[in-house]
Every structure is written in C-alpha cells, then in structure tokens.
C-alpha cells in the first residue's frame, strides 16, 4: 500500500511537470501579437516613400533662380474709359526701371485714367492687351528687349464692338532663362471695365439701318402717300 502510494504521488508530480511545461510553451508561441505599429514594415529604401527634401528644392531652383535675378521695374497705363461705340482710342503702355511712377505717369499721352504699378522685370517682356468686346490692333511689337535705362513702350488701338460696361485686360509676361531655354512666366493681369456709350441719335440711325424695310413699308410709304394727296 505504501509503495502504491509513491507511484501514484510520482505520477503526479510528473504530470504537473508536464502541464506547467505545456502551459509555458503555448503562452510564448500562441501569447499576444505586437501592436500593429510594431508589425508594420519599414519603407527604407523603397520608392514611393517619403522624398528628400533636398532633392525635391532642386528641381525649383532654376526657377528660383530666374526669379530671383529679375529686377523691380515701374509700369504706367490708361484705360480709355468712356468712350463712344463709334469711335477708337488708344491704350498706351510704359514700362521703366529709372522713373519714379509720378514721372511715368506724365509720359503717357492717351487719353483716359491713368494707373501705375510696380512689377517684376526680365530683360524681354511681353504684353498684350485683350477683350471680347473690342477689335484691338497691337500699334508696337508686344514682345520686346527691356531697357535698364530707357523706357519701353507698347500702344495698342481698340474699337468697341457694342455699348455697354465691357472688359479690356492687359497681361504682362516675363522671358527667363530656365537651363538654357527661354520660358514664359506671367507676371501681372489687369483687368479694367471701359463704359461704352451710345447716343439717341445713334440708336435711331441703327434701328433705321436694322429695320428699313419695316420703317420704309410702315411709315415712308404712308407718309408720302398722305403728302401726295395733300399736294393734289
């Protein structure tokens, strides 16, 4: 009995010993997962992930460049504002790197308001002047060679296409070199509203001009007639 009872204390013991070995072997290989911030892979070296900053300023820097070696210049225009559907004006442009505005001003001779502003300048610009309700003829080249010590001047002739508040637009447009090549970069638009007025005696004339065959049949006939019988 006695001996009975030291194998079955035996037995037990090894069983414990192998319950506790099962145990510690299932928590380390089935135990919690690391946080997902601890699974996910690095992306070192793969492309697509995060850019050099040095190199991506690189890829500016022709630009920045150009840019930066443009000068400050002072511009003067007028906008022909009112004016008459029948007649034409004349927007002039002044562009100088010397004259103060308050002297620039006073060299443009159109007529109209006359506005000034500072602008950035390359050695070449161009300008044009543009709206859908004006026929415009460019007077001078628009692009040209920027003088440091004369001024450049561009004149344009615009003729309204209809009455009203119409929309004339005057874009300015650098030439820099960007890695040897001769690129365009906007420098400035303004945008001015021109009041385009017609007389009563305008509008009667193209009414008449739009409608003579009604006018003729409606009112000369009539009216001749009645003076013929009244003659007679």
Known sequence: MIVTGWIFLAAAVILAVLLLVFFTYSAGRFGARPPAEARQPSHTGLRGGNPDPAKSASIFSAVDEALAKMQIGNIAFNSPSPMNVDDS????L????QLPPSTLIKTISARGVVEYATIKVSDRMTAHLYGDDFAITANTPETQAISGRESTSWQWTV???TAGQCELC??????IDIDGSREERNIETFSRTIQVIVTPGQRAKKFAKENWKWVGGTILIPLVGWWWKQRH
Do not use: G, W
């Open 159 to 161: 003729k309204p296409k």
């Open 94 to 97: 002044r562009l100088d790197l």
């Open 89 to 92: 004006a004349r927007v002039e």
């Open 170 to 175: 005057l874009n300015l447009t650098a030439i």
